[in-house]
Structures are given as structure tokens and as C-alpha cells.
């Protein structure tokens, strides 16, 4: 075995630098638990799992809360006494076709209304990629924006944030045709601040020139800050990028300090996509989730 795949086999990396903290540690208040972080667990074993870490919320995906029923999601986090710090996903409305444009749209009221019954306030949206064929990048972003301000008096009425989550580059032809903060925040300024705002993932943006600066222009449309690492060299299937945080490149101290200076005060979520972090036991990806936010984020918030 190489040095490289002895590392990656647990999603620590580095040895530990805090002891993980125990649950009732009030450093644990903020920090959330997306789903896809610990995808070998049902929503039933991360609710739990969530709770027996002492975490103070949980992201959740739709797919899993439509496994076992809305309200039966809706009553387990209720009694777990869990915040549902966003609602993931929905978007991809790139689509040129009158029929999947139309599907589309339906899709993503109905998540609005699953986020609403969970209380989850902020649905993610991920805005889609190309169509088949299609090399209009400005045309498919322009169908996003016009799906956005038909689904906003939708969400007002129900009480849900649209959070725009600009996606790398890497992913602009199948997933995310808005690639950066700036790009998001052009959209989202285009509706009230109660309806739109973005998500700022650290995965996706920490290489924006000049974020710093459009962190602060987005304040209080910042609606979720969603946390994990760039690694390198980067995988085969580039959607399992995602690293532990302290593992890869990214300068968290900074990162955090500009998110808190822009006036955020809601969940942090961690949301790794990894083949070898998803491998691992669920509990010691936890353990070592929440260290690592202690050590790299929490300080800085």
C-alpha cells in the first residue's frame, strides 16, 4: 500500500491537534452535519448520529427525507431537537425544453414545500447545467435567473429562502452554470433579500479572486456556509473532490474570518463528497468533522 492510500483510508489525515469534543460543548452549537457527509447512514442513523456528537443541526437532502415520508422526517428532527440548517436541492432549470422546464419548475415548488414543512428556511439551489448539445452558457444562465423569479413569490408565501450555491468552474457544463460569488450575487440582488441569497461553499469558491470583497457585499444574503477542503490531486470523478477540512488547500482562518465579518451568524455545514470518507466508519467521520471544525473554524466565527 502507498503512503498516499494509507492516508486517504481514514478521513482524519493528520493526527488529531484537539481532543474531540464531547457532546454539550457549546464550540458544537453551530456546526451541522450535511447528509452526503456520512452517506452510508440512513436520515434515521444521521439524525442520531447528529445528536449523539452533540451537533446543533443537520442538513438534509430530499432523497432520504422521501424514503421514509415527509412527516415522519419532520417528526424525527423535531423530536431530536435538531435545527435543519438548509434543504438540498433543488435547481437544475437550465433546461431549454418547454416540457422539462416545465417539470422542473414543479419539482422545485414541491421542494419548496418539503423545505417549508421542515422548517428548513433555505432551500439550496443548484442552478443545472447545459443541455445536451447546447454551448450557450449565457442563454442557460439567463433560463436560471428567469426560473428563479418565477419560484420566488412561491417561496415567500411559504417562508423559504432561495440560496443560489455558485458551483467551480470544473462543473459549469453539467451542473453549475454560475461559477462564482459575484456571478451568484448578480442574480440574487435582482429579488429581496428575504428571498434570494447564496450559499457560499468553501469547496467552490475559495480560489475566487477578490472574494474577500464580494463576502462582504453579500452580508445578509449569505444563507448558509458550507465547509470542506480542496484536495489534490483531484480524483477521477471530480464530483468526489471534496476533502476533509486541514487536508487540502484551503485557509479556513481567512475564509471564516470574511463569512463572520459579513454578518453570518447562522449553521456551518459540513458537505464532503469523498469515496474514501464515505468508506470510513460514520462515527469516526463525525469525530473527526468536529474536531477539525474546532480546530480550523469555530475560533473564527
Known amino acids: 500500500m502507498s503512503v498516499r492510500a494509507a492516508v486517504v483510508a481514514v478521513p482524519s489525515g493528520l493526527p488529531a491537534r484537539v481532543a474531540t469534543p464531547v457532546p454539550g460543548d457549546p464550540r458544537l452549537a453551530r456546526l451541522s452535519l450535511n447528509q452526503r457527509t456520512t452517506a452510508r447512514w440512513t436520515l434515521r442513523q444521521a439524525i442520531d448520529g447528529a445528536v449523539a456528537a452533540g451537533l446543533g443541526a443537520i442538513g438534509l437532502w430530499r432523497e432520504p427525507v422521501a424514503d421514509v415520508g ?67 452558457l449565457a442563454g442557460a444562465r439567463a433560463r436560471a435567473v428567469d426560473a428563479i423569479a418565477e419560484l420566488v413569490p412561491y417561496a415567500r408565501e411559504r417562508g423559504v429562502r432561495l440560496g443560489i450555491e455558485p458551483m467551480n468552474p470544473i462543473y459549469a457544463a453539467d451542473r453549475g452554470v454560475v461559477s462564482t460569488l459575484t456571478q451568484a450575487l448578480d442574480i440574487a440582488e435582482q429579488f429581496p433579500p428575504d428571498a434570494v441569497g447564496v450559499i457560499v461553499d468553501t469547496f467552490h469558491l475559495w480560489w475566487e479572486p477578490g472574494v474577500g470583497e464580494q463576502l462582504r457585499r453579500a452580508g445578509e444574503r449569505i444563507l448558509s456556509y458550507q465547509i470542506c477542503d480542496w484536495i489534490t490531486p483531484l480524483p477521477a470523478d471530480t464530483l468526489l473532490a471534496r476533502g476533509m477540512m486541514g487536508d487540502g488547500h484551503i485557509d479556513f482562518a481567512e475564509f471564516t474570518r470574511a463569512v463572520a465579518a459579513a ?39
Open 263 to 301: 454578518g453570518y451568524r447562522g449553521d456551518v455545514e459540513v458537505e464532503i463528497f469523498n469515496a474514501d470518507v464515505w468508506a470510513a466508519p460514520p462515527e469516526q467521520v463525525v469525530a473527526t468533522m468536529a474536531r477539525r471544525y474546532v480546530e480550523l473554524v469555530e475560533r473564527y466565527l
Open 70 to 136: 415527509m412527516q415522519v422526517a419532520a417528526a424525527w428532527v423535531s423530536a431530536a431537537g435538531l435545527r435543519v440548517s438548509s434543504l438540498c436541492r433543488g435547481g437544475f432549470f437550465t433546461a431549454s425544453d418547454p416540457v422539462a422546464r416545465a417539470d422542473a419548475l414543479a419539482s422545485n415548488r414541491a421542494a419548496i414545500e418539503e423545505a417549508a414543512a421542515l422548517r428548513a428556511g433555505t432551500l439550496v439551489l443548484v442552478p443545472g447545467g447545459l443541455p445536451p448539445g447546447d454551448r450557450d
